[in-house]
């Protein structure tokens, strides 16, 4: 049997007919693709709902929602940096207690691999006299660190229970550059990070160098 070819309008690729249309001859549509479809479905929609009412990306709506959030948490954050304690590490600012131990919220760290003149240790200046170069070391290492962030890697506690960390202010870490500078030195320093530090230091005779002066661990002993 001879099937009877279709006339009237060609169908609508989105579906529905066309008030425009209706009564007229149409001319015939040539194939369409699945992007000409696409596009034609997209401007229909523009024309009956008005641009306004186009399916939104629930993502990007989600993103714009959530950046103010963001930005507010981050505020809040960087208004609350003087302290916080994050995955085992100590950030925050810090009170210096003597030149070799600092206080981030309550907490005594003692920082490694350096030993620094005790708070009422005297040295010796080049001409023998004395003078506090422990309050000096301690003076150093708060001028250093001036109120800015301390970020802390802790590595143990020692046997006062203090924690013990190797600290940074601004990257550069704390315990270097106070042996460096002469203020402390090398001590107990298992990965030898500072040996060189501490010759730079007495070849120069910076701080504690420039005279005489006891170990820190030998003056804890005999007082």
Request: aromatic share 8%; charged share 25%; hydrophobic share 35%.
């Amino acid at each position: 049997m001879m099937r009877t070819p279709r006339t009237g309008p060609p169908k609508r690729p989105c579906g529905g007919s066309d008030p425009h249309t209706a009564g007229r001859e149409v001319e015939p549509m040539r194939k369409t693709t699945t992007t000409d479809r696409l596009w034609i479905c997209r401007n229909a929609m523009k024309k009956v709902w008005g641009s306004q009412s186009e399916p939104q990306d629930p993502l990007r709506e989600w993103r714009a929602k959530m950046s103010p959030l963001k930005a507010a948490v981050l505020g809040l954050s960087l208004a609350a940096f003087p302290w916080f304690v994050m995955a085992g590490d100590f950030v925050g600012q810090a009170s210096i207690i003597d030149g070799d131990t600092i206080e981030i919220r309550g907490e005594r760290i003692r920082l490694t691999g350096m030993d620094a003149p005790e708070s009422r240790q005297l040295c010796h200046d080049a001409a023998g006299r004395p003078w506090r170069c422990g309050q000096q070391a301690a003076l150093a290492l708060d001028a250093m660190v001036a109120r800015r962030p301390v970020v802390c890697t802790v590595e143990g506690t020692d046997r006062y229970g203090r924690v013990l960390a190797a600290c940074a202010v601004g990257g550069r870490d704390l315990a270097g550059w106070m042996i460096k500078n002469g203020w402390a030195v090398a001590y107990y320093d298992r990965l030898d990070r500072h040996s060189a530090a501490e010759r730079d230091a007495r070849t120069a005779g910076r701080g504690i160098w420039a005279g005489t002066f006891q170990r820190p661990e030998d003056w804890r002993r005999q007082n």
